[in-house]
């Protein structure tokens, strides 16, 4: 009996415990919130007025991308769209002019892979919303869930990002990517294009079995969405009555007829191989993310006009025999070969900021620069199909742009100022607003000691 109470209390005590971490988890959870919303160093950034008058920027060097380079150039932008580009411009009147002489003009640059606006705080897990129960997501959507208050996006806008392709994570089938710009008070006025892809993470081919279980599922969840697309087509036609709405089928739709591609994350070469027979069996317009052993089959992706989205240039080799240079020079190596590419950071919304680097690594390692400045602007917007608006300095196109001091893959270049459609952003940011307070600091003490 003696023995049965003592258990009762240990049982109670125990409860008590859980109970009182809990509640001082939720305590330590809402003051790690406030810290990082509530000071003056980590507060985002407001979103910029829409644009109420022309711009003229005049006198600057402007990188295109797309139609070379215009030196002493001006280019102009009214209602967040470029009207004007050349060196003989007529400027409208009433216009503002920004002297830019001495500047160079860019496209904003382009996060083809991001967690942007989903990764806040990794030890705060409120603040992280990357991906949904079970293995099969195609309807998640992003922008949802996006959080355009996030201090991630202020550091990113600093290096020149101005797009990023936000994406779910998880599962087998995650959910599709969408490109948003980085401003606005809400993800309706920051989107872009939703559904730029399909997010899949072809399994992992260590288990054989396990791996055969994974594509099988995936085989299986594809043939239902396509039983699915034709019982919705033959309803459209008269020759079914009704079907009962499926939300994560109806979201296949779009990949089934190539309006979609499926973007599959595979990095080794048996992984790239089957992902390609698979969306050849399927009939689906395929990416490949990641592609680390890519170059390994260029000639096979070159020849199926497969793109691939390359993550992560500045890391180290993955294998002991493999030379130090190995992902630097990837990019190079894909070039060469006449495939389409396009480099993406790490996923990482805190690391967003380094994507011009990853870019710069590649021309230090035998990429063409302008094709290293094309892989993180226009190639990722054709790639994933939103460079009628992004990507390069076009008349139609969005005035979403960045004045440097130089090219923005260099580490000692300076982005001065960026708009967006044509709004001129808040180029402060938690990393400026720490370095000008502790510059003070310094400052104070040198005063001090004179």
Not at 57 to 74: A, K, Q, R
Not at 122 to 128: E, F, H, K, N, S
Not at 353 to 366: H, K, M, Q, T, V
Request: aromatic share 6%; glycine share 8%; net charge negative.
């Amino acid at each position: 009996m003696n023995k049965k109470l003592n258990q009762m209390n240990i049982h109670k005590e125990d409860s008590c415990y859980d109970k009182l971490t809990v509640r001082w988890t939720s305590i330590i959870t809402v003051l790690l919130l406030f810290c990082f919303t509530a000071t003056p160093e980590v507060n985002a950034q407001t979103p910029a007025p829409q644009q109420n008058g022309p711009i003229a920027l005049v006198g600057g060097t402007i990188y295109t991308v797309s139609d070379g380079v215009i030196e002493n150039g001006t280019i102009v932008f009214e209602n967040g769209v470029i009207t004007a580009i050349g060196t003989n411009v007529s400027i409208p009147a009433g216009a503002e002019e920004v002297d830019v002489s001495g500047k160079e003009i860019y496209p904003g640059l382009i996060d083809a892979y991001s967690q942007m606006g989903l990764y806040e705080i990794g030890a705060v897990g409120m603040t992280v919303d990357l991906n949904e129960q079970g293995a099969f997501n195609p309807n998640v959507r992003p922008e949802e869930a996006i959080n355009p208050e996030s201090r991630h996006i202020g550091t990113a806008r600093s290096a020149g990002v101005l797009v990023a392709v936000s994406s779910p994570m998880g599962g087998l089938v995650s959910g599709q990517s969408s490109a948003i710009m980085l401003d606005g008070w809400s993800h309706e006025n920051m989107l872009i294009k939703s559904g730029t892809g399909l997010l899949i993470n072809w399994p992992p081919t260590a288990d054989e079995d396990a791996y055969e279980d994974a594509l099988q599922m995936m085989r299986d969840e594809f043939d239902k969405a396509r039983a699915y697309k034709n019982v919705r087509g033959a309803v459209q036609d008269g020759s079914m009555s009704r079907v009962d709405l499926d939300s994560k089928l109806e979201s296949m739709i779009p990949v089934f007829e190539r309006e979609r591609p499926v973007v599959v994350s595979a990095n080794d070469l048996r992984q790239i191989q089957d992902a390609i027979t698979w969306a050849e069996e399927e009939d689906l317009k395929l990416v490949i993310l990641g592609g680390r052993d890519s170059h390994l089959v260029s000639g096979h992706l070159q020849r199926k006009e497969i793109p691939v989205i390359i993550t992560q240039v500045l890391t180290s080799p993955s294998r002991d025999w493999e030379g130090y240079d190995s992902r630097y020079s990837l990019p190079a190596k894909l070039y060469d070969a006449g495939v389409a590419f396009a480099i993406a950071g790490g996923s990482s919304a805190p690391y967003a900021y380094r994507l011009p680097w990853e870019a710069g690594a590649s021309a230090a390692f035998g990429l063409d620069v302008e094709e290293a400045l094309r892989s993180v602007t226009l190639s990722p917007a054709q790639i994933l199909g939103f460079d009628d608006r992004v990507g390069s300095l076009e008349v139609g196109k969005d005035a979403t742009l960045l004045i440097t001091t130089g090219n923005p893959m260099e580490y000692s270049t300076q982005v001065e100022q960026g708009y967006i459609e044509g709004r001129k952003i808040d180029m402060m940011d938690a990393h400026r607003q720490l370095y000008e307070k502790y510059r003070e600091k310094v400052d104070q003490r040198s005063a001090d000691a004179n």
